[in-house]
């Protein structure tokens, strides 16, 4: 039989102790072990995944707090990327701060020698091992931004609101949104005007603010005390910069997944334009571009084409994910016209809010190019980047943008 040594090696961990080092225990999603490092209850210790450092580890005197399966932690803020069966039962002294990465199924707790574990639970021990900052290593491990797999209950769960781009709809949501349920999120995604399954037609909407009544209707009903996380993709970060103009304090933070993303110096349309000026009318390819009605000075719909969707838009994606799209697509409307009649954005409203733009490497309808421009135009929070993605990264990698959403919402909201 196998010693507890030998059976933490072969799953790839060793042990760095140090004199007083406390007692550390864990669990794997394949079966319990307990591993004391030695008996003394006080002092730092490393436990290595790999040859690296998973975390450091003090003892403190409070004792463990068990949480039910999935729980994830809420005793100590700071904590990013916790999924669904990872447990952190410690009570005390914030000494959670700065783990992140930690894989489907691993537990981490603190406890004396002899006291036992199990999956799902914890029994009571007086001196836990607390955590200071550090960085769990994927490598060997189920990987969360492989899994999209993330367990959130209590004051992790977050409120996210979807907001699709033009010609789209709430539907293109509609393998993100499981996912983020599935980790104990709340969920809205919605159909802009005369989009998805709304009654209107593009021609009874005549600016950016009937266009995002809907989603300013949902906003008017979000309780004073809730913020929301507010994701934008493409046109969509119009849209949500509205929602953040209108309802800075509601806003947690607004997430533009390679979207326009307006500034509140220039003209409302001057991010609009300047990607009309740097794109050439045939990277338009088969899209089409109509009037609104007979007059020249209206608002003109715009339509993609089936070359414009397979290679500007979905290239990465599946044919049968391209063959939904091209179903239920409606026409759309950039509003240029009224964008640049209107001052929509100001530096205390929308300006007041933190941003995080979400960069889509293999884009190519808002290139990276030009998703770095708007970056540096307006520059945000944090700058995240999605790899081998498209444009459509909720269905291109649903999972990888799921653990980028799911990091960004615990962190900011």
Not at 226 to 242: D, F, Q
Request: include cysteine; aromatic fraction near 8%; charge should be negative.
């Amino acid at each position: 039989m196998d010693t507890l040594r030998q059976l933490l090696a072969k799953l790839g961990f060793t042990s760095t102790p140090s004199q007083n080092t406390p007692p550390v225990a864990y669990t794997t999603n394949t079966s319990p072990v307990a591993y004391t490092m030695n008996n003394h209850p006080y002092g730092p210790a490393q436990l290595q995944y790999q040859s690296q450092p998973l975390y450091s580890a003090q003892v403190f005197p409070q004792g463990v707090q068990g949480l039910p399966q999935g729980a994830g932690h809420n005793v100590a803020p700071g904590v990013h990327g916790l999924p669904q069966g990872v447990q952190f039962g410690v009570t005390g002294s914030q000494p959670l701060q700065g783990v992140q990465g930690l894989s489907q199924g691993v537990q981490f707790v603190g406890s004396q020698p002899g006291v036992s574990f199990g999956p799902g639970m914890v029994q009571q021990g007086p001196s836990p091992a607390g955590f200071h900052p550090g960085q769990l290593p994927t490598s060997g491990l189920q990987d969360l931004k492989e899994k999209g797999n993330m367990g959130s209950t209590g004051d992790q769960q977050k409120h996210f609101v979807l907001v699709h781009g033009a010609c789209h709809g709430a539907w293109s949501w509609f393998k993100l949104k499981p996912l983020l349920e599935a980790a104990g999120h709340r969920v809205s995604a919605l159909d802009l005007s005369a989009s998805g399954t709304n009654t209107k037609v593009i021609q009874e909407v005549a600016t950016l603010s009937d266009y995002t009544m809907p989603l300013l209707d949902l906003m008017a009903t979000i309780p004073k005390e809730e913020k929301v996380v507010l994701v934008g993709h493409s046109l969509g970060g119009m849209n949500i910069a509205l929602a953040m103009e209108k309802f800075p304090e509601k806003v947690s933070v607004g997430v533009f997944l390679s979207a326009f993303m307006p500034d509140y110096e220039h003209i409302s349309s001057y991010v609009l334009d300047q990607y009309n000026e740097r794109t050439p009318a045939e990277d338009w390819l088969d899209t089409q571009f109509l009037p609104f009605n007979a007059e020249n000075e209206c608002e003109h719909s715009m339509f993609f084409g089936p070359k414009f969707m397979s290679s500007k838009l979905y290239q990465l994606c599946s044919k049968e994910v391209l063959e939904l799209g091209l179903i239920l697509i409606r026409p759309g409307s950039l509003y240029l016209k009224d964008l640049r009649g209107a001052k929509y954005f100001t530096e205390g409203g929308y300006g007041s809010v933190r941003r995080v733009f979400v960069v889509c490497d293999e884009d190519q309808g808002i290139k990276k190019d030009f998703q770095q421009w708007m970056i540096d135009n307006n520059p945000v929070n944090e700058v995240k980047e999605l790899k081998g993605v498209d444009h459509m990264a909720m269905l291109c990698d649903p999972k990888q943008l799921s653990a980028c959403v799911h990091d960004i919402a615990l962190q900011y909201a």
